[in-house]
Each structure stands twice: as structure tokens, then as C-alpha cells.
């Protein structure tokens, strides 16, 4: 088994939705894991994992944050041998949904533009109050 495999179910994932995405993307994982637990593990199945990781991320963002969390903190764990640009460009954008104040700077962006300054100000300051 090489991690072809795993690139060949995540672009099967990309046309479902919901719990199928879900579970294609939950096979293309397993595979992974096996992929990067062997001790021939190369650069191709760390990428093979780090993408699925990503994909999952990104399934469960809106409707399971603690899921996505959890992938997300596995996704951290990976030293890659050779980094690739792209994917530590999409690991990069991921970070900040997975600071604790996050949230907080989103809707002060949000309420700044749309004119509530005040409002802003307040979310910037309760972010100060949390000490982020």
C-alpha cells in the first residue's frame, strides 16, 4: 500500500458531503495512519496524512469544532522531512481558527467595518481582559 491510495480516497471525499465525506475521509485517514506509523514512512506519507488532516479539518470547522481541534492537534505533531510550501501555506491559514481568541478578533474586524467602533473596541478589550 502506498499513499496513492490515500490521494485517490480524498479526491473521492471531495464529491460527497456530510456523513459520507465524512466516512471516505475517515478511510483515507486510516490509511494514512498506517502509511506514517511504518518505518519506511517517506515524504509522500507524510503528506498523504498531513492533507487528509487537513481535509478534516476543514469538514468539521463549522459543525464540530472539537473534532477539528483534535485533527488539527494531530496535524501539529507531523516533522516533516521535507516541507512542502503549499502545505504548510494551508496549515498556516488553519492556526488562527484554533486560537482562543480567534473568534474574539473576527468580530471586532466585523463590527469595525460595518461601522460599530465601539462594539470593536469592546471585543479588542475583552481579548486584553483574557490576556490574548
Same mark, same amino acid.
Given at each position: 500500500?502506498?499513499?496513492?491510495?490515500?490521494?485517490?480516497?480524498?479526491?473521492?471525499?471531495?464529491?460527497?458531503?456530510?456523513?459520507?465525506?465524512?466516512?471516505?475521509?475517515?478511510?483515507?485517514?486510516?490509511?494514512?495512519?498506517?502509511?506514517?506509523?511504518?518505518?519506511?514512512?517517506?515524504?509522500?506519507?507524510?503528506?498523504?496524512?498531513?492533507?487528509? %488532516?487537513?481535509? /478534516?479539518? #476543514?469538514? $468539521?470547522?463549522?459543525? &464540530?469544532?472539537?473534532?477539528?481541534?483534535?485533527?488539527?492537534?494531530?496535524?501539529?505533531?507531523?516533522?516533516?522531512?521535507?516541507?512542502?510550501?503549499?502545505?504548510?501555506?494551508?496549515?498556516?491559514?488553519?492556526?488562527?481558527?484554533?486560537?482562543?481568541?480567534?473568534?474574539?478578533?473576527?468580530?471586532?474586524?466585523?463590527?469595525?467595518?460595518?461601522?460599530?467602533? %465601539?462594539?470593536? /473596541?469592546? #471585543?479588542? $478589550?475583552?481579548?486584553? &481582559?483574557?490576556?490574548?
Amino acid at each position: 500500500m502506498d499513499s496513492s491510495r490515500v490521494f485517490e480516497l480524498r479526491r473521492e471525499a471531495k464529491e460527497l458531503t456530510g456523513s459520507s465525506k465524512q466516512n471516505k475521509l475517515s478511510e483515507a485517514l486510516s490509511v494514512a495512519n498506517q502509511l506514517f506509523s511504518d518505518s519506511f514512512c517517506d515524504s509522500w506519507g507524510e503528506k498523504a496524512l498531513a492533507w487528509t %488532516l487537513i481535509d /478534516l479539518i #476543514k469538514h $468539521n470547522l463549522a459543525n &464540530n469544532h472539537d473534532r477539528a481541534e483534535t485533527y488539527y492537534q494531530r496535524l501539529q505533531t507531523i516533522q516533516f522531512e521535507e516541507p512542502d510550501e503549499i502545505l504548510m501555506g494551508q496549515i498556516n491559514s488553519l492556526k488562527p481558527k484554533f486560537d482562543r481568541g480567534y473568534e474574539l478578533i473576527v468580530k471586532a474586524e466585523e463590527l469595525s467595518k460595518s461601522g460599530n467602533h %465601539l462594539d470593536a /473596541l469592546n #471585543k479588542i $478589550n475583552q481579548l486584553k &481582559n483574557l490576556g490574548l
